[in-house]
C-alpha cells in the first residue's frame, strides 16, 4: 500500500478503473481514491468499461467516472503513470478496455477483496478478508494520513453498504460496522445515502420486480428460485443498464429458497446470470465453473448463449449444488 501511495505526487498522472457493469463498491472505491491520489497532487481520471449505474449518480463525483470511448481513452490510458484496477483482478473483466490496458506502459496496480487474484499486475493489494474494497481504500487514507471529506466517506460508505448488501450479508462483521461507524463520523449520511442510492428506481424497474417475481419458477421442492428476465420485458418497461439486483435480492424473502438465480437477456446469444445464496451455500464456487466469480454469497456469471440453454445449464449445476431431493 505505501508504495501504491508513493506514487502518487505532482504531475503523476492515474487513470482508476473497475470492472465491467461497475457497482457500487467499484464506483463508490475510485471516486475515493481519486480524491485521496488528488490531495497528493496526482492527476486522476476515471474509466470504466461500462458507464456508472443510474443511481450511483446521486453520489458526488460519479459524474467523473466515465464510461470508456476508445477516441477519447485509449490515448490517456497509453500516456498514464498508472493504472489501477478496483474491486476485480481479472484483466478480462477489464471488458472493452482490456487491450489499452495491456497494451500501456503505465504500472499496473490492483486493488482488491475478491479470491484468486489475477498474476497480471505489477503489484497486487488484495485482502479477501476485507468487507468491501472501499475499506481497502478507507486504509489507504488512513495510511497517507488523511481523513476522507464528506464526498469520499459517503462514496466509501455506498460501497460498505454495496458490498455487504446494506449489512446483511456474512461480510457484515465487526470491522464492516466500525468502518460505517468511521465513515459516517466523517460525514457519510446514511438516511440521505439510502434515499439517494437505494430508492431510486424507475417505475419500469419496479414493475419489472413484481412481474419477475410472480413468474418466478421454484426447483428443488423451492430451494432454488428462477427468475428470468427477458430482452422483450426490459424493452417494454424501458430499462437499459438498469440495476436489477433487487430483484433478486427480494427472491431470497421465500422461506424455503437458498439460492436464487435470475437470468437477464442480453442478447441472442448472451445471458447474464446474477447468483445469491443463504449461509454456507458457495455460488461463487460454481460461477468459476460457468466463467464467473464473485462471493460467497453473491456472484455472477456472464454466457455466451442464449436465455433458455443458460437456464437449463446453470439450474442444473445448483441442483446438484443444493441437493433436489424434500
Ligand atoms: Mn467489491
Redesign the pocket.
Known amino acids: 500500500m505505501r508504495t501504491l501511495l508513493a506514487r502518487a505526487r505532482s504531475g503523476v498522472s492515474f487513470v482508476l478503473t473497475s470492472h465491467v457493469h461497475p457497482d457500487g463498491?467499484g464506483i463508490g472505491s475510485e471516486i475515493a481514491f481519486a480524491r485521496l491520489l488528488e490531495t497528493l497532487s496526482a492527476r486522476v481520471a476515471i474509466v470504466n468499461a461500462d458507464p456508472a449505474p443510474p443511481a450511483l449518480e446521486a453520489l458526488d463525483g460519479s459524474e467523473r467516472a466515465e464510461g470508456y470511448d476508445p477516441g477519447r481513452h485509449d490515448a490517456l490510458i497509453a500516456a498514464a503513470d498508472v493504472v489501477v484496477m478496483l474491486?476485480n483482478s481479472d484483466p478480462a473483466r477489464l471488458g472493452a478496455m482490456e487491450p489499452a490496458v495491456r497494451a500501456s506502459a503505465a504500472h499496473k496496480a490492483c486493488i482488491d477483496?475478491h479470491p484468486n487474484p489475477s498474476s497480471f499486475w505489477d503489484s497486487l493489494i488484495v485482502d479477501q478478508s476485507a468487507c468491501?474494497?472501499g475499506a481497502l481504500v478507507h486504509e489507504l487514507y488512513r495510511l497517507a494520513g488523511r481523513r476522507p471529506d464528506p464526498v469520499a466517506a459517503a462514496a466509501m460508505y455506498a460501497a460498505l453498504v454495496s458490498?455487504t448488501g446494506r449489512f446483511r450479508f456474512g461480510n457484515a462483521d465487526a470491522e464492516a460496522f466500525r468502518l460505517a461507524a468511521e465513515l459516517v463520523a466523517a460525514g457519510a449520511d446514511p438516511a440521505d445515502l439510502f434515499t439517494r442510492l437505494e430508492e431510486q428506481a424507475g417505475e419500469g424497474v419496479v414493475r419489472l420486480l413484481g412481474e419477475t417475481l410472480a413468474s418466478m419458477d421454484l426447483r428443488a421442492a423451492g430451494r432454488i428460485v428462477v427468475l428470468r428476465v427477458t430482452g422483450d420485458a426490459l424493452a417494454r418497461h424501458r430499462i437499459g443498464h438498469e440495476d436489477t439486483a433487487e430483484i433478486i435480492n427480494a427472491a431470497l424473502m421465500l422461506r424455503t429458497s437458498r439460492v436464487a438465480v435470475l437470468f437477464r437477456e442480453l442478447g441472442p446469444a448472451s445471458t447474464k446470470v446474477s447468483l445469491r445464496s443463504k449461509g454456507a451455500v458457495a455460488v461463487n464456487e460454481l460461477a468459476r465453473q460457468f466463467g464467473g466469480g464473485g462471493h460467497r454469497n453473491a456472484a455472477g456469471i456472464v454466457l455466451d448463449e442464449p436465455l433458455e440453454p443458460a437456464v437449463e445449464r446453470v439450474t442444473e449445476a445448483l441442483e446438484r449444488l443444493v441437493g433436489t431431493d424434500g
Request: glycine fraction near 0%; hydrophobic fraction near 0%.
Open positions: 463498491d474491486d477483496h468491501c474494497t458490498d
